[in-house]
């Protein structure tokens, strides 16, 4: 069964610009949720998607948003780069039921802002 | 507002030990608890849950133990190996949907 998959795996992008992250989850899950990782901050929260719909929000602008598609597939984007958002990117996937259940990881893209 | 915590960045265990990384949590709604680990270059893998009606969830040499009074809980390795050697990151969630992670524990199993 494949994992989440998530693409590009790494990109440099310059201050200002515009980026999209692409993740596949596993096939059957419904729920995608997005993660920030930066060095001594953990994974921070950034969004899930669950059929099309933004189900929970983090405390981040509104320069990053994301979209589901019917087939499960997200996407987030983030606008306006700043140094600042030069981070791993994390893609996670679950059922998305309403039992408890964990989520499992994609390896990331790294995003580094010159 | 930081709702988990993992206060020991670091920890050091001879091979064959019991390794015990600790985990607390401020949101009393929290009902569920994750456990990863994570690789360099990898993203983290599920290694075991807990639900709240539970105070114990064992899987192989994993166990992890949950003390809804004190908000806190621990994940015992035994007995540790080379190879678990990782960062480790709990996580808690009252929705199921949306969880918050701690900052993590670099273990190192040293041969």
């Known amino acids: 069964k494949a994992g989440v998959t998530q693409t590009p795996r790494y990109l440099i992008k310059t201050r200002g610009q515009q980026v999209t992250l692409s993740c596949s989850p596993i096939?059957?899950?419904?729920?995608v949720s997005w993660y920030q990782q930066t060095p001594g901050q953990g994974l921070q929260f950034l969004f899930e998607?669950?059929?099309?719909?933004?189900?929970n929000k983090g405390n981040f602008p509104g320069r990053f948003s994301g979209r589901q598609f019917s087939n499960s597939r997200s996407e987030m984007n983030v606008s306006t780069l700043e140094l600042g958002d030069s981070a791993l990117y994390l893609c996670a996937s679950s059922l998305g039921g309403t039992e408890d259940q964990p989520q499992h990881f994609g390896d990331g893209t790294r995003l580094s802002i010159l | 507002d930081q709702q988990v915590k993992q206060n020991s960045p670091s920890l050091s265990v001879q091979e064959g030990r019991i390794s015990i990384l600790n985990c607390d949590y401020t949101?009393?709604?929290?009902?569920?608890f994750l456990w990863y680990k994570k690789y360099p270059a990898e993203g983290p893998t599920f290694l075991i849950s807990?639900?709240?009606?539970?105070d114990k969830n064992e899987d192989g040499r994993f166990t992890v133990f949950l003390n809804k009074s004190a908000k806190h809980l621990s994940l015992h390795i035994v007995p540790s190996q080379p190879g678990d050697s990782a960062v480790y990151f709990c996580a808690g969630s009252n929705t199921g949907n949306q969880f918050y992670f701690g900052t993590g524990t670099s273990l190192t199993v040293i041969p």
């Open positions: 807990i639900s709240s009606i539970k």
């Open positions: 949101n009393s709604m929290f009902d569920y």
């Open positions: 998607y669950f059929s099309e719909t933004q189900r």
């Open positions: 096939s059957g899950h419904r729920s």
